[in-house]
């Protein structure tokens, strides 16, 4: 069975920065391209950015592309998000998730991606 932990979030001060995890398991991780959502209330998940399976390529939505980092550590299964100069806009709940091998990960869409994180919230005051 498949399983996405999220954790690191929580309230920051707008400028600050922040740094979320993902714990995969189930999966052979290294595979899998992954990438991480955000939903603000009333709205649907959003592309933040993702990052392929067997060294692929790294993809940034362009609201976040000269702050936020994905990266990923295949040896132990995990992916992280840095944050950085966060904004008030930038307050959401944020999803990792995974996509199977040879999905077209890269368009950034949230039916290319198979397995999803409960969410953690992150907070960001003015």
């Known amino acids: 069975q498949v399983r996405l932990v999220e954790s690191g979030g929580g309230l920051v001060q707008a400028g600050d920065s922040l740094r979320l995890s993902c714990t995969a398991s189930g999966l052979t991780f290294s595979t899998h391209a992954v990438g991480w959502f955000r939903r603000t209330p009333g709205n649907e998940r959003s592309f933040v950015a993702c990052i392929g399976g067997n060294g692929g390529s790294t993809f940034r939505a362009p609201s976040v592309r000269d702050r936020f980092t994905i990266s990923r550590d295949d040896a132990k299964g995990m992916m992280y998000l840095q944050m950085n100069d966060l904004k008030p806009d930038d307050t959401a709940v944020y999803y990792c998730?995974?996509?199977?091998?040879?999905?077209?990960?890269?368009?950034?869409?949230?039916?290319?991606?198979?397995?999803w994180g409960q969410g953690t919230q992150v907070t960001v005051s003015s």
């Open positions: 998730a995974a996509a199977k091998p040879g999905a077209s990960y890269w368009v950034g869409a949230a039916y290319e991606f198979d397995y």
